[in-house]
């Protein structure tokens, strides 16, 4: 299955983005589907995750409240952003796994990411 996020974007501190990943073909459902993000200088870091049978959902402690991860359909998962600091500002990615985790290492699959850039 090949990845594909898009919906990133300039907007306002405070203000909300749909970043959404699709997929080229079924993601299965032992998959888990999940966001992460990479600012200039850092390392790449887990956003959230959705387990794909079951709807199950996890998020980083940084954005719990204002970040929602969903899916639609069999092959689309989504991120809803709201309530945006600057510090959400990043390159986000949606990558695939079969055992959750929030280590990027664990994940085989990877889209290209999408920018979201956060203005004060």
């Known amino acids: 299955v090949q990845l594909q996020a898009s919906g990133g974007g300039l907007v306002q501190a405070g203000g909300s983005l749909r970043l959404s990943c699709a997929a080229s073909g079924r993601i299965y459902s032992s998959y888990i589907m999940g966001w992460f993000r990479q600012s200039p200088g850092k390392e790449r870091e887990f956003v959230a995750a959705i387990r794909w049978n079951t709807g199950r959902t996890f998020y980083a402690d940084s954005v719990k409240g204002r970040f929602t991860i969903s899916k639609s359909g069999a092959d689309t998962v989504h991120l809803q952003m709201s309530t945006l600091k600057s510090e959400d500002a990043a390159v986000y990615y949606c990558?695939?796994?079969?055992?959750?985790?929030?280590?990027?290492?664990?994940?085989?699959?990877w889209g290209p990411g999408t920018l979201v850039t956060v203005s004060s």
């Open positions: 990558a695939a796994t079969t055992i959750y985790s929030r280590d990027p290492k664990d994940y085989f699959k």
